[in-house]
């Protein structure tokens, strides 16, 4: 049984750079969701699919931001013309939602993203 | 609307102690409530989740919580402490029936002396 898995777990880019992360989801799990989580603080929810559908964005994900589940399995998050504010830990999860499963989320180890 | 408030940011114990971790949530709908955990440069695992079941739920590494509407709070208890604990600790809500966003607390830093 593998778990969620992120790629790349580190990133180091130039203020102004466009950057790519890459999730890949437990295999049979529909719903993906991406989180950005800052030093002293929980996770905040950017955005989630079920399937390919992209179903919800928070108002976090500004218009640099852009996210794809063009599958319905793995998911990629662009981040256009990088701030030092974006460095952050980028998060995803995955669930299986349905009738009668309860939703739980499993975590990825997550990116780590540090703008200079 | 649902939302966590995690009382202390940092929470320290001497191994063998009692772990108590805090966590009060407003939600206007019957709640799901999670604690997770979280190592250094790691993501969340999930220790334990209530369902509206039991409101005494059971997790894993000897962890438990209990739901208590009346006082909107679902504190997350260890009889006894182990160095490993050692970690970052976040309550989540989310609402039955809806989108299962969770909203999370700000997180405890549990902190284990020898």
């Known amino acids: 049984d593998t778990g969620v898995s992120q790629d790349p777990r580190h990133k180091i880019t130039k203020r102004g750079q466009n950057v790519t992360f890459r999730c890949d989801p437990i295999s049979e799990h529909n719903r993906l969701y991406w989180y950005r989580q800052t030093l002293g603080q929980g996770p905040e929810f950017l955005t989630y699919?079920?399937?390919?559908?992209?179903?919800?964005k928070s108002r976090l994900l500004s218009d640099r931001f852009s996210a794809e589940r063009p599958k319905g399995s793995f998911s990629t998050l662009e981040i256009q013309r990088t701030e030092q504010g974006d460095s952050a830990m980028y998060l995803c999860?995955?669930?299986?939602?349905?009738?009668?499963?309860?939703?739980?989320?499993?975590f990825g180890p997550g990116t780590r993203l540090t703008v200079l | 609307a649902q939302s966590v408030t995690q009382l202390g940011s940092h929470v320290s114990v001497s191994e063998g102690a009692l772990v108590l971790l805090r966590c009060n949530y407003s939600?206007?709908?019957?709640?799901?409530l999670f604690w997770y955990v979280q190592y250094p440069n790691q993501g969340l695992q999930l220790l334990l989740k209530?369902?509206?079941?039991?409101?005494l739920v059971k997790g894993i590494n000897g962890f438990e919580a209990e739901f208590k509407k009346s006082e909107t709070s679902f504190h997350l208890t260890k009889p006894s402490a182990h160095m490993s604990d050692a970690a970052e600790y976040f309550c989540a809500v989310t609402q039955t029936g809806g989108s299962y966003i969770p909203t999370f607390g700000r997180g405890t830093s549990l902190i284990v002396h020898p």
């Open positions: 999860a995955s669930s299986l939602v349905g009738q009668r499963v309860t939703d739980t989320q499993y």
């Open positions: 209530y369902t509206s079941a039991a409101t």
């Open positions: 699919f079920q399937n390919e559908a992209q179903l919800e």
């Open positions: 939600s206007s709908v019957p709640p799901y």
